[in-house]
Antibody, heavy 119, light 106 residues
Framework: EVQLVESGGGLVQPGRSMKLSCAAS????????MAWVCQAPKKGLEWVATISYDGSSTYYRDSVKGRFTISRDNAKSTLYLQMDSLRSEDTATYYCARHLGYSSVFAYWGQGTLVTVSS | DIQMTQSPASLSASLGETVTIECRAS??????LAWYQQKPGKSPQLLIY???SLHTGVPSRFSGSGSGTQYSLKINSLQSEDVASYFCQQYYDYWTFGGGTKLELK
């Protein structure tokens, strides 16, 4: 069974940093591209970043370029999101997601971790 | 950037009814379209990809159709467990979601 478990969320002040982790199990982690998707309270979904299966390629939405860094440790089957210079508008639940493999849709999702940016 | 416009924003239907949700892309996305279901307090779940392919384990009362810029999700014989929000997503050029449709029981 595919499992994705996020951690690292919480309350952080504007301008500070936070690092999210996503522990994966139930599949061969280094075979799949992975992504982070966020959802502001009572709002819709927004793709944040994607990393290729081997970590060689990364992609970001414009609003987080230069502030967020997606990375992975295939030996630990763990995905990361380093978030710097956080803003109030980054407040959201952040989901880790696995791409389908033969399609770039998000086939499996974690339960999410809430990040609240506030002074 | 490709924009996704989803309609309606909310929908009320009766058990056993057939429901249709529409999604329009700002340009041709060549069937790079997925549908997700999100129940209250839960993470999204993939229903449909490639516009009309049912994801593993998804009931056959869900179906997708469309091409070009216009796509739709149909739910036949609405069940109580289908109460949820539904989101379309294009993945032809990066990834963009529609605004969502909240489906409630009448």
């Amino acid at each position: 069974e595919v499992q994705l478990v996020e951690s690292g969320g919480g309350l952080v002040q504007p301008g500070r940093s936070m690092k999210l982790s996503c522990a994966a199990s139930g599949f061969t982690f280094n075979n799949y591209d992975m992504a982070w998707v966020c959802q502001a309270p009572k709002k819709g979904l927004e793709w944040v970043a994607t990393i290729s299966y081997d970590g060689s390629s990364t992609y970001y939405r414009d609003s987080v370029k230069g502030r967020f860094t997606i990375s992975r440790d295939n030996a630990k089957s763990t995905l990361y999101l380093q978030m710097d210079s956080l803003r109030s508008e980054d407040t959201a639940t952040y989901y880790c997601a696995r791409h389908l493999g033969y399609s770039s849709v998000f086939a499996y999702w974690g339960q999410g971790t809430l990040v609240t940016v506030s002074s | 950037d490709i924009q996704m416009t989803q309609s309606p924003a909310s929908l009320s239907a009766s058990l056993g009814e057939t429901v249709t949700i529409e999604c329009r892309a700002s340009e041709d996305i060549y069937n790079g379209l997925a549908w997700y279901q999100q129940k209250p307090g839960k993470s999204p779940q993939l229903l449909i990809y490639n516009a009309n392919s049912l994801h593993t384990g998804v009931p056959s009362r869900f179906s997708g159709s469309g091409s070009g810029t216009q796509y739709s999700l149909k739910i036949n014989s609405l069940q109580s467990e289908d109460v949820a929000s539904y989101f379309c997503q294009q993945y032809y050029d990066y990834w963009t979601f529609g605004g969502g449709t909240k489906l409630e029981l009448k």
